[in-house]
């Protein structure tokens, strides 16, 4: 299958703003499974971009700009192949059949920061699920969480703390990320978020979440597996319809573009974003 990847992000500035080094973490993911066959990136001709990979061994390009602007445009075309992917042909090792997970001495020394709460989590639902097997746990939570909390489009701001989360019973993709690693972190496994593109092109319009946007969603870690992703918005794992752009520990690790201008002023801005990924004839 191959999928081309349209994306664009327009920042307008009411007055010329001096920019801080802008970081863009938009390449889809290559690995067994996904192939690059193209990638156009467009940024302004003065900018000076440096590749780099990052510490959580993303993909990114980092833009220096020499001269005050009141536009900055991005943009990048590519094409990428993939096949249909199974999310469940992997086979655990036995200690991770049950819950807690008994992960080892140097999984845990690696795990760390990914096992450890981020945000408080005190309210939580005792009967989320009483699987005590690893997928049917991961697949009711997702579930409970899909079937509980109202999907909404946010396109500007963070994420909204777990607790508050729960508590409006509503979400952007990126809240119900954050809240579902925290969950899955209380139950003593490794999660990390994960943000990028979702091919939405066999599903029915009323059923899309991610039209036009980035999608976020949670990568855990299961001896056996490795990291496997979780898509709570939708309550599956996740197969070639999800492209990973960016892994982290917090969603400042996974911002499609993050950088902010200098002045002594708030100047007025306003942003336009495109997103399409479509299917090609093979």
Sequence with gaps: MLLQIRYSADYHYEEKVSLSPHTLRIFPRQDHFLRLLS???????????HFR???????????????ATD????????????????????LLENRALQLPIEYEPLEKQILAPYLAPQFPLSNLPPLISKQQSPIPFLLDTSSWLHDT????????????????????????CRDFAVLFAEILRAKGLAARLTSGYLWEGDSDDSSRVADGAFHAWVETYLPGAGWIGVDPTNAVLCDHHSIPAAS?????HIAPVSGSYFGKKIVPSHLETRLSV???PE
Excluded: K, M, W
Aim: charged share 25%; with cysteine.
């Design 149 to 172: 909390i109202a999907y909404e489009a946010r396109q500007d701001g963070d994420p909204l703390p777990p607790e508050e989360t729960l508590r409006l019973r509503r979400g952007a």
């Design 278 to 280: 479509t299917c090609l």
């Design 39 to 49: 990638r156009d990136l467009l940024v302004p001709p003065d900018a000076d971009c």
């Design 71 to 90: 536009l900055l445009s991005i943009q990048l075309e590519t094409v990428i192949e993939t096949p249909a992917i199974n999310p469940f042909h992997f």
């Design 53 to 67: 990979r990052d510490l959580f061994g993303n993909d990114t390009a980092t833009l220096f700009f020499p001269c």
């Design 248 to 252: 982290g520990l917090s969603h400042l």
